[in-house]
């Protein structure tokens, strides 16, 4: 009971997301972007400059966790180890009120959980492969500062005027630290989930590989009352690309890095590329 009564408090009181038109500092809340497990997310406004930025609280029940504080400063760590035009920019951290805030540069555009859900988008499979090839730089470009990202999803990718941006690095891993903030392994997990929290380049292909996936679906209809089959059987792909996602996926033998990826990537494109041109005009 007991402990029902704390998660309860803790959901409906004490987490409870700061109001609209609050000001955080020199900051205002212009509204809330989300709650996670770990955190509340705003944009807000600058007071002085009107700057749009995201505000990254530590939900309060957190405080004294692992995954309070402590986490935020690492992200902060993080950000600050990256500048690149397509990835948030570490702007301050601050405590306001006993509670920690992480100011990052506001990035605006739907995510590609928004395109593809709300929107319906339908992407072809030429135009899936040039979609990851942009995703897959920006990855590369993390990998070779040292940091795995380990949460490349749909909705941690905005996409601005044909643009990929890869955000929320809250999950992110410099090479050679421990996977988890916590525990000393990852031995309870599930054996997906620790696919996807290696600090090792095999988990961003791994999460690359099921982002590939997502976009491929957006054209599949499914007939009436089939059952559910593997990917392999419900999507008609080259075979080429089908061999592509078995190594993302670690059924077939991995890839060694994401840039050997690339490569593989960037050949079927210029072979797709080549087919088109080659074919003639009715």
């Given at each position: 009971?007991w402990?029902?009564?704390?998660?309860?408090w803790?959901?409906?009181?004490r987490?409870?997301?700061?109001?609209?038109?609050?000001?955080?500092?020199?900051y205002?809340?212009d509204?809330v972007?989300?709650?996670?497990?770990?955190?509340?997310?705003?944009?807000?406004?600058?007071d002085?400059?009107g700057?749009?930025?995201?505000?990254k609280q530590?939900?309060?029940?957190?405080?004294?966790?692992?995954?309070?504080?402590?986490?935020q400063?690492?992200?902060?760590?993080?950000?600050q180890a990256?500048c690149?035009?397509?990835?948030p920019r570490?702007?301050?951290r601050?405590?306001f009120?006993?509670?920690?805030?992480?100011?990052?540069?506001?990035?605006?555009?739907?995510?590609?959980?928004?395109l593809?859900?709300?929107?319906?988008?339908?992407?072809?499979?030429?135009?899936?492969?040039r979609?990851?090839?942009?995703i897959?730089?920006l990855?590369?470009?993390v990998?070779?500062?040292?940091i795995i990202?380990?949460?490349?999803?749909?909705?941690n990718?905005?996409?601005q005027?044909?643009?990929?941006?890869?955000i929320?690095?809250?999950l992110?891993?410099?090479?050679?630290?421990?996977p988890?903030?916590?525990a000393?392994?990852?031995?309870?997990y599930?054996e997906e989930?620790q696919?996807?929290?290696?600090?090792?380049?095999?988990?961003?292909?791994?999460?690359?590989?099921?982002?590939?996936?997502f976009l491929?679906?957006?054209?599949y209809q499914?007939g009436?009352?089939?059952?559910?089959?593997?990917?392999?059987e419900?999507?008609?792909?080259?075979?080429?690309?089908?061999?592509?996602?078995?190594?993302?996926?670690?059924?077939?033998?991995?890839?060694?890095?994401?840039d050997?990826?690339?490569?593989?990537?960037?050949?079927?494109?210029?072979?797709?590329?080549?087919k088109?041109?080659?074919t003639?005009?009715?």
């Open positions: 009971m402990k029902r009564l704390v998660a309860w803790n959901q409906t009181i987490d409870k997301p700061y109001r609209i038109g609050t000001r955080l500092g020199h205002t809340i509204s972007l989300g709650m996670g497990s770990y955190g509340i997310a705003y944009r807000a406004r600058h002085v400059t700057e749009l930025i995201v505000l530590v939900k309060p029940s957190l405080r004294r966790s692992p995954k309070g504080e402590a986490m400063a690492y992200e902060q760590r993080i950000l990256l690149h035009p397509q990835i570490f702007i301050e601050f405590h009120q006993g509670n920690a805030f992480l100011a990052m540069s506001y990035i605006d555009g739907p995510t590609l959980e928004e593809l859900f709300d929107e319906q988008a339908v992407v072809g499979e030429s135009e899936a492969a979609y990851m090839l942009q897959g730089e990855v590369s470009y990998h070779r500062h040292g990202h380990r949460d490349v999803r749909i909705p990718v905005i996409w005027n044909g643009t990929p941006y890869l929320d690095f809250g992110a891993r410099f090479c050679g630290d421990s988890t903030y916590s000393a392994d990852m031995s309870s599930p989930k696919l996807k929290r290696h600090v090792e380049p095999a988990s961003d292909l791994y999460a690359l590989g099921h982002f590939f996936l491929l679906y957006t054209g499914p009436e009352d089939q059952p559910e089959r593997s990917w392999e419900e999507l008609t792909l080259r075979p080429e690309v089908a061999a592509m996602i078995r190594r993302l996926l670690q059924i077939d033998r991995g890839y060694a890095d994401v050997e990826w690339l490569c593989d990537l960037k050949a079927i494109i210029q072979s797709q590329t080549r088109k041109s080659s003639p005009s009715p």
